[in-house]
């Protein structure tokens, strides 16, 4: 699914802005890459916006891709949510948000909430590093999958909240 084009444009302005700030010269290419993660509502991973940016620009390879993410996750322009470096996906979301997470198709979905924006940070926390950002992820079976078997419709009542801290 993608998101409204109002909210792609203020995406790729941000992201031009932020080009422009760091000395990075804005190409074809950078733009195509950005573009693929900010146009999508879903956190793709890098396959995924590689598939996505090999429809405009046939000649671009996996690895210019991998490696045009990664330089703009160093600029501040993407972050990245989960945990493993294999599975990663990209966020170009950079406004406080937290995410829904399909349990049964992996969906990941942004929300806004200011009480989540407003959460204490628990003092065990500081036993484990200074918090940057608190981002809540919450767990269950989206209406999409929900809609579909009644075994499914039982999994969502399983759905548990998860507190997750991103630096
Ligand atoms: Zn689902
Ligand atoms: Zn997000």
Redesign the pocket.
């Known amino acids: 699914m993608e998101i409204a084009p109002e909210t792609l444009d203020e995406r790729v302005s941000r992201f031009v802005e932020g080009l422009k700030g760091a000395g990075v010269k804005l190409t074809p290419q950078r733009l195509e890459i950005f573009r693929e993660v900010a146009k999508s509502a879903d956190h793709p991973d890098v396959e995924t916006v590689f598939r996505g940016v090999r429809k405009r620009l046939p000649s671009v390879s996996l690895d210019t891709v991998y490696r045009t993410l990664w330089s703009l996750i160093d600029l501040g322009l993407l972050s990245t949510v989960g945990h493993s470096r294999e599975r990663v996906r990209f966020d170009a979301n950079m406004g406080s948000h937290h995410h829904f997470v399909?349990e049964?198709?992996g969906?990941m979905w942004d929300f806004q909430s200011d009480e989540f924006d407003r959460v204490r940070v628990p003092d065990v926390v500081r036993k484990l590093g200074s918090a940057q950002k608190t981002q809540v992820e919450i767990r269950g079976?989206?209406t999409?999958?929900s809609g579909e078997t009644t075994s499914r419709r039982c999994a969502s009542r399983r759905k548990e909240d998860r507190w997750k801290r991103r630096s």
Do not use: E, Q, S
């Open positions: 399909c049964a198709c969906v079976i989206c999409r999958c």
